[in-house]
């Protein structure tokens, strides 16, 4: 009876388009990360065949002035970022009322997750230094690359937020909390793993930006480690001098430089960079399963 | 006024949006006893124990008709919400600790009310456990995540923080429903001997238990209370048709 009502063929064809596209997903994932490790180790090889210590040097020679500004940006715009879109983000997930001024909210932040990073720039531009008066400066290319930042920090939060058990609300209620005591003790505690992943994505994709950075930050970099007085120009840890990054020291040596070892620099300045996004990112795998498992008590 | 009563309900209406979830609903409960809800699914019995701490608050849409007095004083005007939840305390139907140290869990809602000192709240802490029955289990590793805890244990947790408040009054919505036997049978003696010096009102869904450790029942059907009375003759005089199918078990 059954032999009659089930068709053989059919059958038969079923599995063989199965085995057909799982092979054809397989060569797919297979061509990707032929592409992706061709690229990283084309990268790393151009980058450290030649290499000696002094092109690490902290002076105009090396790129470790670069490095350092590199990482003290990503730094200033974190500081600037992570509150504010933080904030925003309980905004969104705790207090604002669904309705037509929360759709436009989150579209607006859409739309700035995807604006192109030289807009963004040309803005900071006219903003922070035009309108500032200012030379190219740290600052400005920070507050520039925070714009770029605050829509993932601000959804982060909100995710994170949003999916916490239900659980954690009530009780805090149910004993009497406010709201902000429930937010600030409870809510955010809780969700601070997930939140940190979200900053530690904004801090890499802050390590490779360039084009909002060209005309905040500037191209040129003139430190002197010798110094002590914060607001001399020329000492590192001052925010309000001018400090080119490893990926706009590439753009540069790559477009304009006339030096000879110009292009080992920049192959050096790539695979670093490359190296930085990479230790941003895995650390932020590892911190926040730790906080997970940490505050899940395992 | 008769301020021998916990809590006295008059004329109770609650609406989410069009839906009639509770309709006229008169109820005293009194102090130091337990009092069990009862009734088949969306009879609207937890909708009501959440109105006694104002818990429905939280839901959107939602419009309340009627006066509770908790005491002397009617819970929507004459009293704070925050000091409404810290007297009248609640226990949910998940276990829903935080993700916190056992101490920090029963010391949150004393911290939330401004206690600060270390001495007092060790105080409590030691105090709510014990009460809740816990502290043998628990004492020798507060600083323990509460996450890492069997569910029942969670839910003598969640009963000892609530008391750490100081309540008059305990609701428990199906505090037993996601546990085993073995818990549920700890959380029942619990609640007796909590009475002593608490008022208790128990959502349940299993009618053993109502009968086991309640004073009164009151039996909820499409938001109407049919039938409210001492436990003893509810269970074996049902005055009402509908309460007898109910106990029966011919719906629910």
């Not at chain 1, 607001?231 to 477009?255: F, K, Q």
Request: net charge neutral; hydrophobic share 45%.
């Amino acid at each position: 009876m059954m032999d009659n009502i089930v068709n053989k063929n059919a059958l038969k064809r079923a599995k063989a388009t199965n085995s057909f596209m799982t092979i054809f997903f397989y060569i797919i994932a297979g061509i990707f990360l032929f592409l992706l490790l061709t690229i990283f180790i084309y990268i790393l090889y151009a980058g450290f065949h030649n290499f000696s210590l002094p092109l690490l040097a902290f002076n105009h020679s090396g790129i470790g002035n670069q490095l350092f500004n590199t990482i003290y940006l990503v730094v200033l715009a974190l500081l600037f970022s992570t509150p504010v879109g933080m904030l925003a983000g309980i905004y969104m997930a705790e207090y604002a009322k669904p309705g037509k001024l929360l759709t436009i909210l989150r579209m607006c932040i859409e739309t700035l997750s995807s604006l192109p990073s030289i807009v963004v720039g040309l803005f900071g531009y006219l903003v922070f230094i035009v309108m500032t008066g200012m030379q190219w400066n740290l600052l400005a290319g920070a507050l520039a690359v925070s714009i770029l930042n605050l829509p993932l920090i601000a959804s982060t939060t909100e995710d994170a937020l949003r999916t916490l058990p239900i659980g954690y609300k009530q009780g805090s209620y149910g004993l009497g909390a406010t709201k902000w005591q429930t937010i600030w003790h409870i809510l955010l505690p809780a969700a601070i793993p997930q939140i940190m992943t979200g900053v530690i994505l904004a801090a890499g994709r802050t390590l490779g930006e360039a084009a909002a950075l060209m005309f905040t930050a500037g191209m040129s970099t003139d430190i002197s480690w010798k110094s002590t007085d914060i607001t001399s120009p020329t000492n590192p840890w001052n925010p309000i001098r001018s400090g080119e990054t490893l990926a706009l020291y590439i753009w540069g040596a790559r477009t304009e430089a006339l030096n000879m070892n110009a292009e080992q620099m920049a192959n050096l300045s790539a695979a670093i960079l490359l190296l930085l996004i990479l230790v941003f990112n895995l650390s932020a795998r590892l911190i926040s399963k730790y906080l997970v498992n940490y505050s899940q008590g395992k | 006024m008769n301020n021998a009563y916990e809590f006295s309900v008059k004329d109770l209406g609650l609406y989410y949006g069009d839906f009639e979830a509770l309709k006229h609903i008169n109820m005293d409960i009194e102090k130091n006893t337990i009092t069990a809800l009862i009734g088949p699914s969306g009879c609207g019995k937890s909708t009501f124990l959440k109105t006694l701490n104002r818990m429905n608050d939280l839901v959107e849409n939602i419009k309340v008709t009627g006066d509770i007095f908790l005491g002397e004083q009617n819970i929507y005007t004459d009293i704070d919400v925050i000091t409404l939840r810290q007297k009248v305390g609640m226990v949910f139907q998940q276990p829903n600790p935080f993700p916190k140290s056992i101490y920090d869990n029963v010391a949150y809602g004393p911290r939330m009310q401004g206690i600060t000192k270390k001495s007092v709240l060790d105080e409590i802490v030691e105090h709510s456990l014990r009460q809740a029955a816990i502290w043998d289990e628990v004492k020798g590793k507060l600083g323990k995540n509460a996450l890492s805890m069997s569910g029942g244990q969670q839910q003598r947790l969640c009963i000892a923080r609530t008391l750490a408040t100081q309540p008059e009054v305990i609701l428990m919505d199906e505090p037993t429903s996601a546990l085993d036997p073995i818990s549920t049978l700890k959380i029942e003696e619990l609640a007796l001997q909590l009475k002593e010096k608490y008022t208790i009102v128990i959502v349940t869904h299993n009618m053993q238990q109502a009968s086991r450790i309640s004073d009164k029942t009151a039996f909820f059907l499409l938001g109407e209370l049919i039938e409210y009375n001492e436990t003893s003759n509810l269970f074996t005089r049902p005055l009402q048709k509908k309460t007898e199918e109910y106990i029966t078990g011919r719906f629910g």
